[in-house]
């Protein structure tokens, strides 16, 4: 039987973070189901074309993991001002929209003005703290008309789930709500350009967003790539791993999906397995596609309209020319499902034809190259069952001194310097004997 001190589950950001913190002071198994490092931040390469799972932007705000992860990059890296958009009522302005309303038609722009100055002589918007739901806090803080002409549809058609259910303790970092004074200027003339946590973004000059993973994977030790955690025992500290039998463990750090890890724990008592079963989550289908004769220089738009399968498209090659061959483009178009398949053959349809309406590009012959890839898990679900739940299991996590981190791991909305952060911290508690 195969001894380690730490057994990590999963070689994502956060996994290979934490085997960064543990390698040379502990005897350290990390196993990764696929052949690749990176889990979602990996990069497929196809007919000279380099897909991400979407757009994987580096958006860093803390020092340690900024100067770890500008460090791991070294000299293959750039720093892009953002240049994202909406589209909405056949015409694009700039992102976000409830500061650029200038450019919809008079009406729309009237209607979201007043319902604005309404919700806030009514009080006005603070961050979502989880008390009330997204339709709810929406509407408090920019009003009836930014809700329904972008705030609502958008997010219904990326969360997948009912608005009325879902609460808002994601929001603070994710949806600006801009000033008074920059939603009023924004309405009659150019809007401030830099509001959002996404203003500016680092992104890798080669290799896509893979090339951070793979970066850390040289730093990291006991890595296992191929291999599949099955089950585990938490109380006796064995697991289960394929093609390699039992393993023997002291602590144990998973970033698998949080759901998915209580299933594979023989141990689990039964309130637990409820608690994970009430975890809900949506899935992503990244349509990928090389084309020809692509003029725009934008990086990503949203996608507010019934008439768009997608609720967000971009062209990573003006993230990095190297993701495409010369003279083509490629673009990552994201449709979400509660979960349900999807059909592709007329998903893709529907999608080149967004993107000719929107005028992104002509028409389907200018297609070279596609590829689809499926997130199963990819943005957890925030409502009251979750808000139940997490502390449940995390305080059997506790009690067996295990710790589930990352995205998946911790059930939470969360971005890759995040999973870095929560890895680093992961591996030092184990080293500080915590
Ligand atoms: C559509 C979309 C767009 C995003 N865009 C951005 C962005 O622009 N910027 C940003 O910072 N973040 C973005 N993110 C978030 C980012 O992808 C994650 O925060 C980060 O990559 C998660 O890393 P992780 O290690 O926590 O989890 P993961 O990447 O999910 O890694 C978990 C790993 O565990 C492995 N695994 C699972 N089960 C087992 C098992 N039983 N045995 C062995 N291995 C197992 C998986 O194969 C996987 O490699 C985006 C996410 C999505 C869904």
Known sequence: ??????????????????????????????????????????????????????GHLLHLRWPETTRLIMGALGANVRTLRRDARVFAHGRWTPYPFQANLAAMPPAVRSEC??????????????????????DDWSRRVFGAGISRHFMLPYNAKLWQYPLDRLTTEWCAPFVPVPSPGDIIKGAYGPGASSIGYNAVFHYPRRGGIGALASALALKAGGTHLGIEVERVDLRARRARVRHFGEISFRRLINT???????????????????????LRRNSVYVLN????????????????????????????????????????????????????????????????????ACGLIRDSRQVTEKMWLKIPCAY????????????????????????????YGAWKYSFMEESVREGLEAGREILSGR
Request: with cysteine; hydrophobic share 45%.
């Open 1 to 54: 039987m195969i001894r380690t001190d730490a057994l990590i589950i999963g070689g994502g950001l956060a996994g290979l973070s934490a085997a960064m913190a543990l390698k040379g002071r502990k005897k350290t198994f990390l196993a990764e189901r696929e052949v690749r490092y990176g889990g979602l931040a990996a990069t497929i390469r196809k007919g000279g074309f380099h897909f991400d799972y979407s």
């Open 113 to 134: 003005v007043a319902g604005f100055l309404r919700a806030l002589a009514a009080g006005g918007g603070a961050p979502g703290d989880g008390s009330e739901t997204f």
């Open 256 to 278: 698998a999906p949080l759901d998915e890890f209580v299933a594979m724990c023989a141990d689990a008592p039964a309130e637990v397995r409820r608690a994970a079963a009430r």
């Open 289 to 356: 596609l090389g084309a020809r004769g692509v003029r725009s220089d934008m990086h990503w738009g949203y996608f507010p309209g019934a008439a768009f399968p997608f609720y967000r498209a971009g062209i990573a090659s003006n993230f990095s020319r190297r993701l495409a061959p010369d003279g083509q483009a490629s673009f990552y178009i994201e449709i979400a499902t509660d979960g349900r398949p999807l059909d592709l053959e007329s998903a893709e349809r529907a999608c080149v034809k967004g993107l000719a």
């Open 380 to 407: 957890v679900i925030y409502d009251a069952d979750r808000a139940r739940a997490l502390p449940v299991i995390a305080g059997w996590l506790k009690e067996r001194r295990a710790r589930s981190i990352g995205r």
